[in-house]
């Protein structure tokens, strides 16, 4: 005879990070370099084991960026961000957001820290989850993601 | 006869945070304004302890923080900073930077970051969030919200 | 006959969360755009519930919302509220204050800054608390118009609000 009883919500937990993860890190994943034509590049991967066919996956990511060139008489620039249920393109889309990529001028550029957070309800036999975070910059000169680079994901008991 | 009872799943093995009292912009907690003054150091904003009870976990950590420039035409920027052990000599567990521009101008940043934690040589751990202003011309500052949080999550 | 028993308790007790469908940039959820034109009364984003039983128990909360500004000549500004309870009759909890500068009108429309605020809080029930737990989160406007200067700032989504009660010793 065996009893077994569940008392906590948070089942699995996936993440990533820059090493170290901080602004300007040595981590050669960055810099990454961004212009108007660079299109949607990868930041980060994570795969979340699975306890439950159903559950509800609490991603959140931090991205540190800046802005290297003035956009005087053009657009406003910006940053969009977006989460992928597997890969970008062929995966399914779960979650976007878009951030202000304005600012910096002659007397320099400008940091900026964008914070991202979504529940994902999935419903799979599958044994783990594949999550992938991804930026497209548009209206743009030039801006770098520097770091930090942040992305989690809980599975949480429905 | 053999009777095996197993009760567990525990992944979210602590949890603990910090807030100013009322936690909301220009706060009348006494801890706040900070002000950030040209060529400042590092000031502190907020320390947490997180009691480690496994020999291998992670620390999953949040913040938001509000602040105001009064006046900051030239692109200044705001550096916040994670340092576990110490607030001075602690390891950089994390930083970020956001931006400092404006005039007047509110601004809300948060981030969060995983700290792993392997033989820790203490049962607790303390973590110290920290922000300078660099490059600025005239005064910013943090009006508040802050908040600060750490969950031991077991690997 | 030999017994094994072990009791490892988890702290997560409770999870609650609101999302737009889709939770997307320029979402065509009904429940946004949200339009300010000028500096306006407090309106709710969004509301989750959560079950509140053992002493000592903390609501972690975070929120995320995605907002443009289409034009916005002068500083103004957004001001997000998390309320325990209904706005004004229960308890002011977290608020905070983001930007709500930049974009631009062309002769053929807008050149939108967009925005992305995010933020986390922490409420604390020290004693036993028998009821459910509803947390209101609320958006107000500051915004100076001017005839000169139309304002156009428009809440977009995403819009994320979670909460997760975690027991604390």
Known sequence: ?158 | MFNTFIIQFDKLIHFVFDKLNPNISNSTDPRVPIVLAPDSGPKLLSAIEVPIEKKESIVWLSATIGTFVEDSINPSRLIFTILRGNPNTGNIVFSTADSGQGGPTYRTSTFTHVDQIKNYPSSKVTYYLTVQAVDNSENINIIGPISFNGAEIKK | MSQLLQCIFGKLLDFAFDVLRPNVTNSDSPRVPIRFTSSSEEKILSSITVDVHEKNTAVWLFGTIGFLVNTVIFPGSLTFNIWRGKPYKGQLIFSTTDTAQGGRETSIGFDPTFRNTSFTATDFFKNKHCNKVTYYLTVTSQLTSDPEDPIDVRLIGPITFLAGTIQNK
């Open chain 1, 1 to 158: 005879m065996s009893l077994q009883f569940d008392f906590d919500k948070l089942r699995n937990f996936a993440y990533d990070t820059l090493k170290p993860n901080i602004s300007d890190s040595t981590d050669s994943r960055v810099p990454i370099h961004l212009t108007s034509t660079t299109g949607e590049k990868l930041l980060s991967t994570i795969t979340l084991p699975l306890e439950n066919q159903k559950a509800a996956v609490w991603l959140s990511a931090t991205i540190g960026f800046r802005v290297n060139s003035p956009v005087p008489s053009q657009p406003p620039s910006a940053m969009r961000f977006r989460i992928w249920r597997g890969q970008p393109d062929t995966g399914t889309l779960v979650y976007s957001t878009t951030d202000s990529g304005q600012g910096g001028d002659s007397f320099g550029s400008v940091s900026r820290t964008t914070n991202l957070n979504h529940i994902d309800i999935i419903k799979t036999p599958c044994k783990s989850v594949t999550y992938t975070l991804t930026v497209e910059a548009f209206d743009i000169v030039s801006i770098s993601i520097i770091g930090p680079i942040t992305f989690t994901a809980a599975e949480i008991e429905l």
